[in-house]
């Protein structure tokens, strides 16, 4: 069974950047890609970024594509979300998500249904 821990989240201030890690394990699991999402309160769950684990490839929500920035470190299992000039509006819990059928990463990235795994998340507060 996979596991996601999301880490790096606190509160920041207004401008500044934070860095979220996702570690997934086991290290020989089958996943395929990995994703960041976010859910502010009383609104839906919105895909921020993922990132197809073998090929790095990358796909970036549109309007957060100037601010964050996914990367992943294959020796360590590892994702992260780099957000930088953070706004109020930022502020949400993160969730990291994986997938093992890589065929729904490149239809649809932010589909929710092509995830496998998710984390327990990991909450983002500016002000």
């Known amino acids: 069974h996979v596991q996601l821990v999301e880490s790096g989240g606190g509160s920041v201030q207004s401008g500044g950047s934070l860095r979220l890690s996702c570690v997934a394990s086991?290290?020989?699991?089958?996943?395929?890609?990995m994703g960041w999402f976010r859910q502010a309160p009383g609104e839906e769950r919105e895909g921020i970024a993922a990132?197809?684990?073998?090929?790095?490839?990358?796909y970036h929500r549109y309007a957060l594509r100037n601010r964050f920035t996914i990367s992943r470190d294959i020796s360590k299992n590892t994702v992260y979300l780099q957000m930088n000039d953070l706004e109020s509006k930022d502020t949400a819990m993160y969730y990291c998500?994986?997938?093992?059928?890589?065929?729904?990463?490149?239809?649809?990235?932010?589909?929710?249904?092509?995830?496998?795994?998710w984390g327990q998340g990991t909450q983002v507060t500016v002000s």
């Open positions: 998500a994986a997938g093992e059928n890589i065929r729904r990463i490149t239809y649809d990235w932010e589909d929710e249904q092509g995830y496998n795994y």
């Open positions: 086991p290290a020989s699991s089958g996943i395929k890609f």
């Open positions: 990132i197809i684990l073998g090929s790095g490839v990358s």
